[in-house]
T-cell receptor
Framework: DTGVSQDPRHKITKRGQNVTFRCDPISEHNRLYWYRQTLGQGPEFLTYFQNEAQLEKSRLLSDRFSAERPKGSFSTLEIQRTEQGDSAMYLC????????????FGQGTRLTVV | QKEVEQDPGPLSVPEGAIVSLNCTYSNSAFQYFMWYRQYSRKGPELLMYTYSSGNKEDGRFTAQVDKSSKYISLFIRDSQPSDSATYLCAMISRDDKIIFGKGTRLHILP
């Protein structure tokens, strides 16, 4: 499978716990994006990387959220002290720079905070 | 006002009908206009994109952009039950982010 891979596909956690998601982009893609999608809404931008550099963070990304891409390959998104409002689908996408029209999305990680 | 507005539906049409899906937007700087299809509990997949105004056709799908009205459309001909999904319109911002509409849920009735 040469697409964007996300792990886990589903995560159920108790409020207050920390969770971490992983995204493996398409190998030659040096742009990586994180989006969040809640029920009945379109995906909303969270943050993106070019190689290992985090270029922008949305105001949606509170201090409890942190994303890394240490070697410019896979990325992790961590949520600390989860809240029920964090329940959503977390989507990762990758592209070549300047070719975001050809970005590919992963299948997402569905987070449920109980 | 959100940058991209899209009626969430649901929209139900009989198999074989022509489907029309629409979005409006407020930012005149948008140049690339995209349509994604998203099946339940899956990630979005790109159907097609258009640059600037005009039409683009790909099989049963036609995308139309009217920049003067800030209005984009996706037409699906000879609709099939397998077309049942959520359709997301999207635009590329100046700083290279994809801005999505809410998505329209489409049901094709056999």
């Amino acid at each position: 499978d040469t697409g964007v891979s996300q792990d886990p596909r589903h995560k159920i956690t108790k409020r207050g716990q920390n969770v971490t998601f992983r995204c493996d982009p398409i190998s030659e893609h040096n742009r990586l994006y994180w989006y969040r999608q809640t029920l009945g809404q379109g995906p909303e931008f969270l943050t993106y990387f070019q190689n290992e550099a985090q270029l922008e963070k949305s105001r949606l990304l509170s201090d409890r959220f942190s994303a890394e891409r240490p070697k410019g390959s896979f990325s992790t998104l961590e949520i600390q002290r989860t809240e029920q409002g964090d329940s959503a689908m977390y989507l990762c996408a990758s592209s070549l720079p300047g070719l975001i029209t050809e970005a590919f999305f992963g299948q997402g990680t569905r987070l449920t905070v109980v | 006002q959100k940058e991209v507005e899209q009626d969430p539906g649901p929209l139900s049409v009989p198999e074989g009908a022509i489907v029309s899906l629409n979005c409006t937007y407020s930012n005149s700087a948008f140049q690339y206009f995209m349509w994604y299809r998203q099946y339940s509990r899956k990630g979005p997949e790109l159907l097609m994109y258009t640059y600037s105004s005009g039409n683009k056709e790909d099989g049963r799908f036609t995308a139309q952009v009217d920049k003067s009205s800030k209005y984009i459309s996706l037409f699906i001909r000879d609709s099939q039950p397998s077309d049942s999904a959520t359709y997301l319109c999207a635009m590329i911002s100046r700083d290279d982010k994809i801005i999505f509409g809410k998505g329209t849920r489409l049901h094709i009735l056999p």
